[in-house]
């Protein structure tokens, strides 16, 4: 069964952090760009960060850029997106997909099925 999974999320009070984890399933990494993305209600999907397949060169947008830090351990087939300084604003389901290359170009291959982050008081 090939499948990306997400972890690590949580509720989180404002200035918080957390470390969300996406882990592959019957696939290696080593070949995939990854993405995080995040969808909070009422809301259109924002991707967040991306870091490339062999080099580790990163994007993030400037909702997260100096706040969110993504990495990847390939010996533990695992992407990371350290999470910092969460604003309530930063509240939604944030997921991971996977696109076979360099960088993080649509269509994916592969998606998580999210997890969810809450930041309140």
């Known amino acids: 069964q090939v499948q990306l999974v997400e972890s690590g999320g949580g509720l989180v009070q404002p200035g918080g952090s957390l470390r969300l984890s996406c882990a592959a399933v019957?696939?290696?990494?080593?070949?995939?760009?990854i993405g995080w993305f995040r969808q909070a209600p009422g809301k259109e999907r924002e991707g967040v960060s991306c870091?490339?397949?062999?080099?580790?060169?990163?994007y993030y947008s400037d909702s997260v850029k100096d706040r969110f830090i993504i990495s990847r351990d390939n010996a533990k087939n695992t992407v990371y997106l350290q999470v910092n300084s969460l604003k309530p604003e930063d509240s939604a389901v944030y997921y991971c997909?996977?696109?076979?290359?360099?960088?993080?170009?649509?269509?994916?291959?592969?998606w998580g099925q999210g997890t969810q982050v809450t930041v309140s008081s």
């Open positions: 997909a996977a696109k076979v290359g360099y960088w993080c170009t649509r269509p994916d291959d592969y």
């Open positions: 019957g696939f290696t990494l080593d070949d995939y760009a």
């Open positions: 870091i490339s397949r062999s080099d580790d060169n990163t």
